[in-house]
């Protein structure tokens, strides 16, 4: 293996694939993304318990339609009432800045249950242009193309980028692929 002195990426060598296999496997069995999640929501029977783990106001602000409010705070008060040990259980906070979901996972998973974590929160739910509950009902907004696809002249995989001949090609994010 070579690796460039002054190269950031390469000044630690990366993982032998057994290695990045095993962590990458780690990786998963602990996070889902927000679209798997509403993908498997839309189905009606997604096979575990949502779980947003905000404060009260934070849940009356808005919450992810199916999912039960359990603060991270009272899960060794209410786990055992209000959750399936059978079931897995997802759980989301805020956003990438806060680990509220990953202080409930451990606590659940203390608890024995059997426990993934929402990367990226409802702000990502949002950002995707999903749905969320408030007190008004269920509304959307539109997707960030940053964060989710988008058809049209705003698509940021499709718009010219100044310096490149050619716009990308991926096919990441196009109607009718995976999102990511």
Not at 139 to 167: I, K, M, N, Y
Request: charged share 20%.
């Amino acid at each position: 293996m070579t690796t460039t002195t002054g190269n950031p990426v390469l000044a630690t060598p990366p993982a032998t694939p057994e290695q990045a296999a095993a962590w990458f496997a780690a990786r998963l069995a602990v996070q889902t993304d927000v679209s798997d999640v509403h993908a498997a929501l839309a189905t009606g029977r997604p096979g575990f318990t949502l779980i947003d783990t905000r404060a009260l106001a934070a849940w009356r602000q808005g919450h992810i339609p199916g999912a039960i409010h359990l603060p991270t705070r009272m899960i060794a008060l209410r786990a055992a009432r209000r959750l399936d040990p059978d079931l897995p259980v997802v759980t989301y906070c805020w956003g990438p800045g806060c680990d509220g979901a990953a202080r409930a996972a451990l606590a659940l998973a203390r608890r024995g249950y059997r426990v993934k974590e929402m990367i990226g929160g409802i702000e990502y739910w949002i950002r995707e242009g999903f749905p969320v509950r408030t007190a008004a009902g269920v509304s959307t907004r539109p997707a960030d193309p940053l964060t989710a696809p988008v058809e049209g002249p705003a698509d940021p995989l499709t718009a010219p980028v100044e310096g490149l001949s050619d716009p990308p090609t991926a096919s990441v994010g196009r109607p009718g692929t995976e999102r990511c």
